[in-house]
Protein backbone atom coordinates (compact mmCIF):
# COMPACT_ATOMS: atom_id res chain seq x y z
CA UNK A 1 0.00 0.00 0.00
CA UNK A 2 1.50 3.35 1.28
CA UNK A 3 4.97 3.51 2.55
CA UNK A 4 5.69 4.43 5.73
CA UNK A 5 7.39 7.90 4.20
CA UNK A 6 4.76 8.36 2.16
CA UNK A 7 2.14 8.77 4.85
CA UNK A 8 4.17 10.63 7.17
CA UNK A 9 5.11 12.89 4.52
CA UNK A 10 1.51 13.34 3.59
CA UNK A 11 0.33 13.98 7.19
CA UNK A 12 3.02 16.33 7.56
CA UNK A 13 1.85 18.92 4.79
CA UNK A 14 -1.82 18.35 5.48
CA UNK A 15 -0.85 19.70 9.31
CA UNK A 16 1.15 22.62 7.36
CA UNK A 17 -2.38 23.41 5.72
CA UNK A 18 -4.38 23.26 8.50
CA UNK A 19 -1.81 25.96 10.52
CA UNK A 20 -1.79 28.21 7.61
CA UNK A 21 1.91 27.81 7.45
CA UNK A 22 1.52 26.45 3.47
CA UNK A 23 -1.20 27.66 0.92
CA UNK A 24 -3.68 25.01 -0.10
CA UNK A 25 -2.99 26.34 -3.62
CA UNK A 26 -0.01 27.45 -5.14
CA UNK A 27 -1.84 31.58 -6.39
CA UNK A 28 -4.91 30.85 -5.06
CA UNK A 29 -5.00 33.91 -2.77
CA UNK A 30 -4.95 36.68 -5.54
CA UNK A 31 -7.45 35.63 -8.43
CA UNK A 32 -7.97 38.85 -10.80
CA UNK A 33 -11.57 39.38 -12.09
CA UNK A 34 -12.14 42.17 -14.83
CA UNK A 35 -14.62 44.37 -14.13
CA UNK A 36 -16.66 44.33 -17.04
CA UNK A 37 -17.59 40.58 -16.54
CA UNK A 38 -16.17 38.97 -13.98
CA UNK A 39 -13.81 36.50 -15.95
CA UNK A 40 -11.10 35.85 -15.07
CA UNK A 41 -8.30 38.58 -15.60
CA UNK A 42 -5.24 37.00 -16.37
CA UNK A 43 -2.07 38.66 -15.49
CA UNK A 44 1.04 36.64 -14.44
CA UNK A 45 4.30 37.81 -12.77
CA UNK A 46 6.92 38.45 -15.18
CA UNK A 47 10.60 38.79 -14.77
CA UNK A 48 10.39 42.72 -14.94
CA UNK A 49 8.14 42.72 -12.34
CA UNK A 50 9.42 44.78 -9.04
CA UNK A 51 9.36 42.61 -5.67
CA UNK A 52 6.25 44.97 -4.79
CA UNK A 53 4.19 43.87 -8.03
CA UNK A 54 4.87 39.97 -7.32
CA UNK A 55 4.03 40.50 -3.84
CA UNK A 56 0.70 42.25 -5.02
CA UNK A 57 0.51 39.36 -7.67
CA UNK A 58 0.92 36.60 -5.33
CA UNK A 59 -1.70 37.91 -2.24
CA UNK A 60 -3.68 40.81 -3.66
CA UNK A 61 -1.84 43.42 -1.19
CA UNK A 62 -0.77 46.61 -2.50
CA UNK A 63 2.56 47.30 -0.63
CA UNK A 64 2.35 51.05 -1.42
CA UNK A 65 -0.89 52.16 -0.14
CA UNK A 66 0.32 52.05 3.61
CA UNK A 67 3.45 53.51 2.64
CA UNK A 68 2.18 56.37 0.89
CA UNK A 69 -0.83 56.67 2.79
CA UNK A 70 2.23 57.31 5.75
CA UNK A 71 4.25 59.58 4.02
CA UNK A 72 2.94 62.41 1.38
CA UNK A 73 6.61 62.58 -0.23
CA UNK A 74 6.99 58.66 -0.79
CA UNK A 75 3.12 59.07 -2.35
CA UNK A 76 4.43 61.91 -4.88
CA UNK A 77 5.94 58.89 -7.51
CA UNK A 78 2.24 57.40 -8.10
CA UNK A 79 0.98 60.73 -9.07
CA UNK A 80 3.84 61.25 -11.27
CA UNK A 81 2.48 57.86 -13.17
CA UNK A 82 -0.69 58.72 -12.52
CA UNK A 83 0.01 62.08 -14.96
CA UNK A 84 2.75 59.86 -16.88
CA UNK A 85 -0.08 57.72 -18.20
CA UNK A 86 -1.94 60.36 -18.99
CA UNK A 87 -4.85 59.41 -16.35
CA UNK A 88 -5.55 62.98 -15.82
CA UNK A 89 -6.87 63.65 -19.20
CA UNK A 90 -9.61 62.24 -17.76
CA UNK A 91 -9.81 62.07 -13.99
CA UNK A 92 -8.29 65.33 -13.73
CA UNK A 93 -5.10 66.76 -12.07
CA UNK A 94 -5.80 65.62 -8.72
CA UNK A 95 -7.94 62.72 -9.61
CA UNK A 96 -11.24 64.47 -8.35
CA UNK A 97 -12.79 63.77 -11.49
CA UNK A 98 -12.90 65.46 -15.06
CA UNK A 99 -14.78 63.90 -18.16
CA UNK A 100 -14.99 60.96 -15.72
CA UNK A 101 -15.92 60.51 -11.88
CA UNK A 102 -13.83 61.50 -8.81
CA UNK A 103 -11.56 58.45 -7.89
CA UNK A 104 -10.60 60.08 -4.22
CA UNK A 105 -13.73 59.99 -2.55
CA UNK A 106 -16.52 57.76 -1.58
CA UNK A 107 -18.63 57.32 -4.44
CA UNK A 108 -17.39 54.34 -5.87
CA UNK A 109 -18.56 54.06 -9.52
CA UNK A 110 -18.18 50.06 -8.47
CA UNK A 111 -18.33 48.53 -4.73
CA UNK A 112 -15.44 46.71 -5.43
CA UNK A 113 -13.32 49.95 -5.41
CA UNK A 114 -13.01 50.28 -1.31
CA UNK A 115 -10.03 47.26 -2.35
CA UNK A 116 -6.93 47.89 -3.95
CA UNK A 117 -7.42 44.37 -5.64
CA UNK A 118 -10.77 45.76 -7.02
CA UNK A 119 -9.17 49.02 -8.00
CA UNK A 120 -6.11 47.39 -9.68
CA UNK A 121 -8.93 45.05 -11.53
CA UNK A 122 -10.74 48.34 -12.89
CA UNK A 123 -7.60 49.81 -14.38
CA UNK A 124 -5.66 46.66 -15.72
CA UNK A 125 -8.89 45.58 -17.24
CA UNK A 126 -11.17 48.49 -17.98
CA UNK A 127 -14.66 49.00 -17.62
CA UNK A 128 -18.06 48.47 -19.99
CA UNK A 129 -18.47 52.34 -19.32
CA UNK A 130 -15.40 53.65 -21.59
CA UNK A 131 -12.22 52.98 -20.17
CA UNK A 132 -9.77 50.79 -21.68
CA UNK A 133 -7.68 48.20 -20.24
CA UNK A 134 -4.83 49.58 -19.46
CA UNK A 135 -2.43 47.19 -18.12
CA UNK A 136 0.34 46.05 -20.44
CA UNK A 137 -0.70 42.26 -20.40
CA UNK A 138 -4.58 43.01 -20.68
CA UNK A 139 -3.80 45.59 -23.90
CA UNK A 140 -1.25 43.17 -25.17
CA UNK A 141 0.94 46.11 -25.85
CA UNK A 142 4.17 46.56 -23.65
CA UNK A 143 3.87 50.15 -23.90
CA UNK A 144 1.10 50.41 -21.60
CA UNK A 145 1.12 50.37 -17.82
CA UNK A 146 3.09 47.74 -15.81
CA UNK A 147 1.70 45.84 -12.39
CA UNK A 148 3.88 48.48 -10.46
CA UNK A 149 3.01 51.61 -12.07
CA UNK A 150 -0.23 50.95 -11.18
CA UNK A 151 0.29 49.88 -7.77
CA UNK A 152 1.90 53.14 -7.12
CA UNK A 153 -1.05 55.17 -8.50
CA UNK A 154 -3.81 53.59 -6.53
CA UNK A 155 -1.06 54.33 -3.38
CA UNK A 156 -1.35 57.59 -4.69
CA UNK A 157 -5.02 57.95 -4.91
CA UNK A 158 -5.12 56.15 -1.52
CA UNK A 159 -2.97 58.94 0.28
CA UNK A 160 -5.33 61.60 -1.32
CA UNK A 161 -8.35 60.12 -0.51
CA UNK A 162 -10.93 62.80 0.65
CA UNK A 163 -14.16 61.00 1.33
CA UNK A 164 -16.01 59.99 4.60
CA UNK A 165 -16.04 56.62 6.30
CA UNK A 166 -13.42 54.23 6.81
CA UNK A 167 -10.72 53.51 4.81
CA UNK A 168 -10.57 49.38 4.30
CA UNK A 169 -7.65 49.61 2.46
CA UNK A 170 -5.19 50.85 5.10
CA UNK A 171 -6.40 47.56 7.45
Known amino acids: MFSNKAVKATLFVSMLMLAGLMPLQASAA ?3 VSTKDNSP ?15 FLTTCINPY ?19 YYSCTQC ?8 TA ?18 LFETIAG ?3 MGMMGWHQQVANNPDMV ?9 GWLRASYQGGGDKPWLK
Open 30 to 32: CNL
Open 41 to 55: LNIKIVDSDTPEAKE
Open 65 to 83: TKLYAADPEKAKAGKRKFG
Open 91 to 98: HGGNAGGQ
Open 101 to 118: VSIIDERWQYAKHDTDKG
Open 126 to 128: GTN
Open 146 to 154: PTDDILKII
